[in-house]
């Protein structure tokens, strides 16, 4: 369909009082031959829309609405069937710049250049078809994979359930009672695992396997097809999308000899004690004597840096829950508490209460440094207690609350050690034999350990955080993994109850139907919802050079064995980090590629050295630094005229060949700013800011060709809640830039 681009120009919000409206008119009139560009008082509005509507119903088929951000009214200017460019002269210029003077008018005017290019260049996406079969696998059959199994269901959702273990029900079918989660939060409650084991059991749309392993998972969202190995046979099947609920291990106590594992059978953990309380006797190991006086040691090797750093969140709840019932057993047992501090948030109070006036349970805050055989009874040895000294306790039995591991699979290590076994099993000569022999013996330990067994380039599981926990962005999205489709819950995800288990299990199943929906659609999932563009690769020109397959958050592309990318595009959330990371630029959205961008840079009118007037030109990621932007506008907070603002989809799509345009063309200095990276990272795409620190380096060398200044090019990283900062940024370095002095290549 032939292009008939529109401009339409809007007068609100103090635009039309701070701009030169004509001069606009005639950059899209005369320079781009736009035959049709109108303004208007209010363009958001029903007369303004209606405006636009008439002209759609007459032929137009791409707009440029000059006006606010496009981030506000985005509903007001979709129209079917239309490509709508938003240009930002509100925030972006009329409220962040002096009003009425030459510098503002220019960077007007630029950026309607810009958006005109865009619209010139770019087409409307349209939704990427798959055959979706609206399917859930859960894998795990404890309390969180049977919740997320039951919600699926009710929902009219078709769900297959896995659990390795011959019966359902997780770690909560061996305990007797639970720790309370409903009023009045005083005392241990029975599980009712029992009931969602029948309820899953009797649902029509839940098909369960027991004593089955995944074998292989291949595909993508919508499409994948999974193979069982269940009692020797294999059951092959159909999923859409998959929660994985594989709970949690308890942390080796073999490690916590200091604290008399191992060293005597009266030390045991807090799931032994468990199983203990739910045969109805207490006995100690040693001698099968009921112990009279119980030792509670709290975080027996969490929050520790040389074995669990983190808080497993629950365990302080079981210990309440534990004493109460070994308490209710025998009402002679004397329980004591040694804690580093309790943690029993909002309505557990309530049940840390309990325990307290219990007359025969004891705490103190204690750091315990040891526990020792006593002869008859164990001695357990603590420093820095309320009572204000070191103690001896003695004990006939210790109870260690070792904290909660997650059932995980650390993908990308697995697919390290997999590749360096593959290289020894070739007999590669050389170093790369030595290095690879090293990775295998050092990564063993990881043999047979996979869970989910994906068929992706990337690994056989998901990626994890440095606690093994299966990755998620923490801040923004909740259950998303690197492998779209596919969402942890429970304990796999984060330590947690049983309370938050079921909410846990119950908000993957939403997610896990939301994608089935959404895939369907054509779209895509967080954080670009709903956007149906998509990459298309041109690899008649692929250099094999694996970047793109390698670089990609979310594992969406396989390769050949020559090293040709095979895209599943129902994997990409539409990052366009691959379209960053290609050298030969073959990688393109048709909204979103090296063409449409490199044509808005070059579409910015470039004063020559004697005006005395920089050009700087700024690339903002669009989920943190653009906003950021935005609200300094709100702000009426004032940045130099100088720069021109490009929002791209994640730092990490940037690619190198805008920038080094840009220099060549004549722009003074260029500014990137992203998310935050490193242990706390923001960036909505993982590592996109990551991707582009290191990319910096081959811009460095790029200069260094170009024989221009390294300062001319600035990285920065910036979370959203900072746009005062943000603003800092901009005006320090256009300063720096001036004093720098003029791009030689200007005029070339």
């Not at 103090?14 to 208007?40: F, N, P, Q, W």
């Not at 995980?408 to 099993?425: H, M, N, P, Q």
């Not at 997610?511 to 959404?518: D, G, N, R, S, T």
């Not at 910096?696 to 979370?719: D, F, H, I, T």
Request: net charge negative; aromatic share 6%; glycine share 8%.
């Amino acid at each position: 369909m032939e292009k008939n681009v529109a401009v339409y120009l809007c007068r609100g919000c103090d635009i039309g009082g701070a701009l030169d409206m004509d001069a606009l008119k005639a950059v899209a009139t005369d320079e781009y031959k736009i035959s049709l560009c109108r303004d208007h008082e209010c363009l958001c509005g029903e007369a303004g829309r209606e405006l636009i509507r008439h002209d759609i119903q007459d032929g137009v088929n791409s707009i440029v609405v000059a006006a606010c951000s496009h981030r506000y009214m985005t509903d007001a200017f979709t129209f079917d069937g239309v490509l709508t460019t938003r240009v930002n002269l509100r925030e972006g210029v009329v409220w962040s710049h002096e009003p009425n003077h030459e510098d503002t008018d220019m960077l007007a005017r630029d950026y309607l250049r810009m958006g005109i290019v865009r619209a010139q260049k770019a087409a409307l996406p349209e939704p990427l078809q798959v055959e979706v079969e609206r399917t859930v696998l859960v894998v795990g059959g404890g309390i969180t994979g049977l919740t997320a199994a039951l919600e699926a269901a009710k929902a009219g959702y078709p769900v297959v359930l896995v659990e390795r273990e011959a019966e359902l029900g997780g770690w909560m079918r061996k305990w007797s009672k639970g720790i309370p989660h409903g009023p009045t939060y005083r005392d241990p409650q029975d599980t009712d695992i029992g009931f969602l084991v029948a309820q899953a059991k009797n649902h029509p749309k839940i098909t369960i396997h027991t004593g089955a392993v995944i074998e292989k998972t291949r595909g993508q969202p919508g499409q994948f097809d999974v193979t069982l190995r269940k009692n020797g046979s294999v059951v092959e099947f159909r999923v859409g999308s998959i929660v994985q609920a594989t709970g949690w291990k308890p942390y080796d106590a073999s490690k916590l000899e200091h604290l008399g594992y191992n060293q005597s059978p009266d030390v045991i953990t807090n799931v032994q004690m468990e199983e203990m309380l739910a045969q109805g006797k207490l006995a100690r190991p040693s001698d099968g004597k009921p112990p009279k006086r119980i030792a509670f040691i709290q975080c027996a090797g969490s929050r520790d840096p040389a074995h669990l750093p983190y808080c497993s969140g629950v365990c302080c709840r079981v210990t309440l829950k534990q004493a109460l019932m070994a308490r209710s057993l025998d009402p002679e047992v004397e329980a004591y508490v040694l804690y580093k501090d309790i943690r029993s948030p909002g309505q557990y109070e309530d049940f840390y209460k309990r325990a307290q006036e219990d007359p025969g349970i004891f705490f103190t805050k204690a750091e315990v440094t040891g526990v020792r055989n006593g002869g008859a009874t164990l001695k357990v040895e603590a420093d820095d207690t309320l009572l204000g000294g070191p103690i001896a306790l003695e004990a006939d039995l210790v109870v260690l609350a070792t904290g909660m591991v997650p059932r995980s699979a650390d993908g990308e290590l697995i697919r390290k050690y997999l590749d360096a076994k593959r290289v020894v099993e070739k007999g590669e000569a050389g170093a790369q034999l030595e290095a690879a022999k090293q990775t295998v013996e050092e990564l063993r330990c990881l043999e047979g350990g996979e869970i989910l067994q994906l068929a992706y380039r990337q690994g056989p599981d998901l990626p994890v955080l440095k606690y093994d926990f299966p990755d998620s962005h923490f801040i923004c999205f909740p259950y998303e993994s690197r492998r779209t489709g596919i969402y942890p819950a429970g304990c796999v995800r984060n330590p947690m109850d049983s309370q938050c288990c079921r909410e846990d299990g119950a908000g993957a199943a939403l997610k896990a139907i939301q994608v089935l929906e959404v895939t369907a659609r054509g779209e895509t999932m967080h954080p670009r919802w709903g956007d149906m563009s998509f990459p298309d690769f041109f690899l008649q020109r692929c250099t094999q050079c694996k970047r793109c397959t390698e670089e990609c958050p979310f594992g969406t592309l396989n390769e050949d064995e020559k090293g040709t990318p095979q895209p599943n595009l129902a994997r990409c959330r539409r990052c366009g980090i691959c379209l960053g990371a290609c050298p030969e630029r073959i990688i393109s959205f048709k909204d979103y590629s090296p063409e449409i961008v490199g044509s808005m840079i070059k579409a910015v009118e470039i004063p020559d050295e004697f005006e005395g007037k920089p050009r700087l030109l700024g690339l903002l990621c669009e989920n943190d630094a653009y906003p950021a932007l935005d609200t300094a506008g709100l702000k009426r907070l004032q940045h130099s005229p100088w720069i021109r603002f490009i929002p791209v989809r994640c730092l990490g799509s940037v690619n190198i060949v805008w920038i080094s345009d840009a220099l060549s063309r004549g722009f003074d200095g260029i500014l990137l700013v992203g998310c935050k990276s490193g242990e706390d990272y923001q960036c909505h795409f993982i590592k996109g800011s990551e991707l582009m620190q290191t990319r910096s380096k081959n811009v460095q060398e790029k200069l260094k060709q170009l024989a221009l200044e390294e300062e001319r090019v600035r990285l920065e990283l910036l979370p959203i809640d900072q746009p005062e900062k943000l603003v800092e940024i901009i005006n320090a370095f256009a300063e720096e830039v001036e004093g720098i002095g003029m791009n030689p290549f200007k005029g070339f």
